[in-house]
């Protein structure tokens, strides 16, 4: 009787660590996709500002705009970042080179 206690409640003891340790698990991971998602937004945002203002300056960009542009766009598309990125980053690096002052 006594054992048949004692691995009834170590059986319910364990199966409640379970059930625990995969709730915290999920959601752990739901709140890193989220985290992704949020930072591969705002570096897509970035990417879009720089075009705007390679824009801005007649379709020119000079050496620091495009090297920001490749390093965020390294960033964005290492969280699998979609092509949207790519095409900004595209359009930013095909600009010509503004000449030094």
């Given at each position: 009787?006594?054992?048949?206690?004692?691995?009834?409640?170590?059986?319910?003891?364990?199966?409640?660590?379970?059930?625990?340790?995969?709730?915290?698990?999920?959601?752990?991971?739901?709140?890193?996709?989220?985290?992704?998602?949020?930072?591969?937004?705002?570096?897509?945002?970035?990417l879009e500002q720089l075009?705007?203002?390679?824009?801005?300056?007649?379709?020119?960009?000079?050496?620091?705009?495009?090297?920001?542009?490749?390093?965020?766009?390294?960033?964005?598309?290492?969280?699998?970042?979609?092509?949207?990125?790519?095409?900004?980053?595209?359009?930013?690096?095909?600009?010509?080179?503004r000449p030094r002052e």
């Amino acid at each position: 009787m006594v054992q048949s206690v004692v691995t009834w409640a170590v059986t319910g003891v364990l199966g409640v660590v379970v059930g625990w340790l995969a709730s915290w698990w999920r959601g752990g991971r739901r709140r890193d996709r989220a985290l992704e998602a949020g930072v591969r937004e705002l570096l897509l945002c970035k990417l879009e500002q720089l075009r705007a203002e390679m824009v801005a300056a007649g379709g020119i960009a000079d050496e620091d705009l495009k090297s920001r542009s490749q390093r965020i766009y390294d960033a964005y598309h290492g969280l699998d970042g979609n092509g949207h990125g790519t095409a900004i980053n595209n359009d930013i690096q095909r600009a010509p080179i503004r000449p030094r002052e």
